[in-house]
């Protein structure tokens, strides 16, 4: 972990900054979405500092189509090794399956823990019912083959590996030092303009979440 926000006065923000900061150079993002019939919802920073993940710090924007599908660019700080590829991009396929179950999943209605007629016991229903299916959706990802194939980015097809499952695509391809993730529709995937633009304009006013 970095060494961050222990002075006084510091908080997690400074550590968001600092993270953020690290990611200096560029990131990738569709080029006109809203051609493509979708909408940017949000771009922030996720995961956490660990040098061992390379998924562990990623600049995600995230889209939604028209028809209210989920479309992803994500953007890893580092290249990811070889043998990793295909974790990296089989979770991504799962997660793109996985979006309208993070949306249906709802929260405990009474915080204090008391029963109501939706409170805790239909959210523990809820959330069994949630683990059940993520365990069906990884089992039916792991079961499609990986491929190998193209994804253009700034203008030029660069070789990727892919995985398709219904009718999502997860791809990734390496770029100079860094790691590049589409995922969402298959016809999306395979026609949007992705390209890859210097983050440092987004510095001043971090979004996070």
């Known amino acids: ?21 690290r990611f200096s150079g560029v990131v ?22 660990d040098e061992a993940d390379p998924t562990s710090d990623r600049f995600v924007r995230s889209y939604r189509t028209f028809a209210r599908e989920s479309f992803e660019v994500e953007t890893l700080r580092t290249s990811v ?3 990793a590829v295909e974790d990296v991009v089989r979770a991504a396929a799962s997660g793109a ?13 009474e915080p204090d823990g008391e029963s109501t007629s939706h409170g805790t016991t239909d959210f523990a229903d809820d959330f069994a ?18 491929e190998t194939a193209e ?4 203008g030029t097809a660069r070789p990727a590996t892919r995985v398709r499952v219904r009718d999502l695509t997860a791809v990734h391809v390496s770029l100079e030092g860094r790691g590049l993730v589409v995922s969402g529709p298959t016809d999306l995937v395979e026609r949007v303009d992705v390209v890859t633009r210097p983050i440092r304009s987004l510095l001043g006013t971090p979004r996070r979440r």
């Open 1 to 21: 972990m970095d060494d961050v926000g222990h002075e006084a006065g510091q908080g997690r923000s400074d550590a968001v900054d600092v993270r953020l900061a």
């Open 28 to 49: 990738g993002e569709v080029v006109d979405p809203l051609t493509w019939g979708l909408d940017l919802e949000d771009e922030a920073l996720t995961g956490y500092d």
């Open 81 to 83: 090794a070889p043998d």
């Open 97 to 109: 399956l996985a979006a309208p179950l993070h949306a249906d999943i709802s929260a405990p209605v």
């Open 129 to 146: 019912d949630y683990r059940s299916a993520m365990r069906a959706i990884v089992t039916e990802v792991d079961a499609v083959p990986l």
């Open 151 to 154: 994804l253009t980015v700034d």
